[in-house]
């Protein structure tokens, strides 16, 4: 059963800009579906339509009758003085419709003994237990510790949290309502590592039908299987998770690159061909324009393939300095405290030259601010922390701050690295800034976009320990690349905090897990030290010191005559046979390439055409080159 169908969708926001340009694609019931696609390219604008909360231009878009859908990143207004309590209570609004019911009923049945009311009571009470009437409170209690709302935000009015904190309340009433479709838009932005996990269990237990927006890639890997990537508008299909999409999308630019270099082989012999052709037909040959016109309109049909794209990689590198010496960074019993809460005690850690650290833990427990610590920003309440004499630190806070943000991008690189207009430049397009876009005031970025200009800023920097806090939150998953292939050519350390386990599996040998105000010292990487965390060998704490397509039939060469008896009379019939083979396969090429525009949408049916089509052309050529050959013959006999 189909619970999604979308038909040749159309949106456009500007005159002439179409944001969804004839998507097309449907989720069947019980299907993970990832939704991929760069930042702008219509991903939020599509759930926002399936929602019916935006208006589409063309198409058709059916949900199944019933079901009923969900989207996280909807956050409904609510009467004033609605506390999170009250927020995570509406998810239960039908069961409390029952209850008044119910209650209604008792006191009718206390007037007297109608047997009418009392079968609706019986029938309403099963009703009312089947739905989970009598589980509220534990199911609501179970949400709540798995995404982390503890019981003193739930007390919080709903107006008074920040956005992340309202988007996982949201999710848990989302949770609790227990919808059909999850419509789930970057659902783990604002989620640590236990609550993602938590989520990544629902799921996976989740009967329901889930299509989401997220640029997390362990997340997609654990929970879709299916990949929907939307490109200029249109829909491209992945039968995989997203590391199948990764190593598929590749294989898939390098075979239409061959594909394109062949038909541009294919365009140049026909090209020679029509020439001499062309010339064959001043010098006489009357029949000879009509195939050179066909040739020309063939050539031309094929021109409209164009070179496949792909984005090309930033050309940065961090600034770096050299390091001398082996101690980098010693913090001796370290203790920060706020208030009552004590967000850790007594530390003792030593970190030395080339590590790469990944410090981790739930939000709220004290990363950031150990960061900042060691940045000279905050002052402990007792202990030390002692750089090495050589050590110059990069920092990549998680919420990014200009002093000037009413500055265009080049004027804050000119004004902060004292470099000239057109080096600022430079740097920016290494960093994907090009065009008009380097003169927009830096308050008009976007968070992603402000953290990618200040790591332009920073990669100017001489620095040997670099400090990053969330490096990759709010990327695109592009996004997210280009600052791996960056931190992937930096050679000092590293230390950063992270909840993106692709970046921390990939960059992290040693574990720093903040939890209870201690931290466990775990030397190897993310899955190391979950194998040894569930072998309960995790460390100590630091205080402690498919197959292919048919295709179609080679012609069989036709061989020379040496002598043809009867003049050229025979020959003539030779070359119209050969004209009529031509038009008969420039036919089946012309029906071919129609079906190729039907079968926009089926990638394996794609498959099958362009290895037809592959085969038809190259018959074709045979052919041509047959007829050119006869050709050639009878003009030399009639000559």
């Not at 029949?287 to 050179?292: C, D, E, L, S």
């Not at 920097?461 to 280009?482: A, C, F, G, M, Y």
């Not at 003049?567 to 070359?575: F, Y």
Request: net charge negative; hydrophobic share 35%; glycine share 8%.
């Amino acid at each position: 059963m189909i619970d999604i169908s979308v038909s040749n969708l159309v949106k456009e926001f500007e005159v002439g800009h179409k944001i969804l340009d004839g998507l097309t694609f449907q989720v069947d019931t019980g299907e993970r579906v990832g939704l991929l696609g760069p930042n702008g390219c219509g991903k939020t604008t599509l759930l926002r339509i399936l929602t019916g909360v935006l208006d589409y231009d063309e198409g058709d878009v059916v949900i199944a009758p019933g079901k009923r859908m969900g989207l996280i990143s909807q956050i409904p207004v609510y009467p004033a003085g609605y506390t999170v309590e009250d927020v995570l209570a509406t998810a239960f609004a039908p069961l409390r419709k029952m209850e008044e019911e119910m209650a209604a009923l008792t006191e009718q049945m206390g007037e007297g003994s109608d047997p009418a009311l009392l079968s609706r009571y019986d029938r309403l009470t099963a009703a009312y237990e089947a739905a989970g009437g009598y589980e509220t409170d534990t199911r609501t209690n179970k949400v709540c510790n798995g995404l982390s709302i503890p019981q003193s935000m739930r007390e919080q009015l709903f107006d008074k949290l920040s956005g992340g904190e309202k988007t996982r309340v949201n999710l848990a009433r989302l949770i609790l309502e227990d919808t059909d479709i999850l419509l789930l838009d970057e659902p783990t932005n604002h989620l640590d590592l236990r609550a993602t996990e938590w989520l990544e269990e629902y799921l996976e237990k989740f009967k329901g039908t889930v299509l989401t927006v997220s640029h997390d890639r362990y997340f997609l890997d654990q929970v879709v299987d299916r990949i929907v990537e939307i490109q200029e508008g249109r829909a491209e299909f992945y039968e995989g998770n997203y590391s199948f999409y990764a190593v598929e999308k590749e294989r898939r630019y390098e075979e239409k690159l061959r594909q394109y270099e062949k038909e541009q082989a294919k365009i140049e012999q026909l090209e020679k061909a029509a020439a001499q052709m062309r010339i064959w037909a001043y010098s006489g040959m009357d029949k000879t324009f009509k195939r050179v016109k066909s040739m020309e309109k063939r050539i031309e049909r094929m021109r409209v393939t164009d070179r496949p794209k792909k984005e090309r990689k930033m050309e940065v590198r961090f600034g770096e300095r050299e390091f001398r010496g082996d101690e980098v960074l010693t913090i001796k019993g370290l203790t920060k405290s706020f208030g009552e809460r004590t967000l850790f005690a007594n530390l003792g850690l030593e970190v030395e030259g080339g590590e790469r650290i990944g410090l981790l833990g739930d939000n709220g427990s004290g990363k950031t601010t150990l960061l900042k610590l060691i940045l000279g920003e905050e002052e402990p309440d007792s202990g030390k922390i002692r750089m090495g004499p050589t050590v110059r630190t990069g920092y990549l806070p998680q919420h990014v701050h200009f002093d000037h943000p009413e500055r265009n991008l080049v004027d804050t690189l000119i004004y902060d690295q004292d470099c000239t207009a057109q080096t600022a430049r430079n740097r920016l397009a290494a960093f994907k800034f090009r065009g008009e876009d380097v003169f927009k005031p830096v308050s008009a970025l976007s968070g992603g976009e402000q953290s990618r200009l200040r790591l332009c800023m920073l990669m100017d920097e001489k620095i040997n320990l670099l400090i990053l806090d969330e490096p990759t939150n709010h990327l695109d998953i592009q996004s997210r690349e280009w600052i791996e292939e960056a931190v992937e050519e930096y050679e000092g350390n590293l230390l950063f905090v992270s909840h993106d386990r692709y970046f921390i599996e990939r960059f992290a040998s040693r574990i720093w897990m903040l939890e209870n105000g201690q931290i466990t010292d775990f030397r190897g990487g993310y899955q190391d030290y979950l194998a040894a965390k569930a072998r309960g060998a995790a460390g100590k704490s630091a205080s402690d010191a498919q197959a292919p397509a048919e295709k179609a039939p080679e012609p069989k060469e036709k061989k020379e005559k040496p002598k043809r008896p009867g003049g050229t009379k025979n020959l003539e019939k030779e070359v119209a046979a050969a004209e009529r083979a031509v038009g008969k396969a420039e036919e089946q090429m012309d029906q071919l390439e129609q079906q190729i525009q039907e079968a926009a949408a089926d990638y394996l049916k794609l498959q099958e055409l362009y290895e037809q089509r592959e085969a038809l052309e190259e018959e074709i050529l045979k052919l041509y080159g047959t007829w050119e050959t006869l050709s050639a013959q009878l003009e030399e006999a009639r000559g």
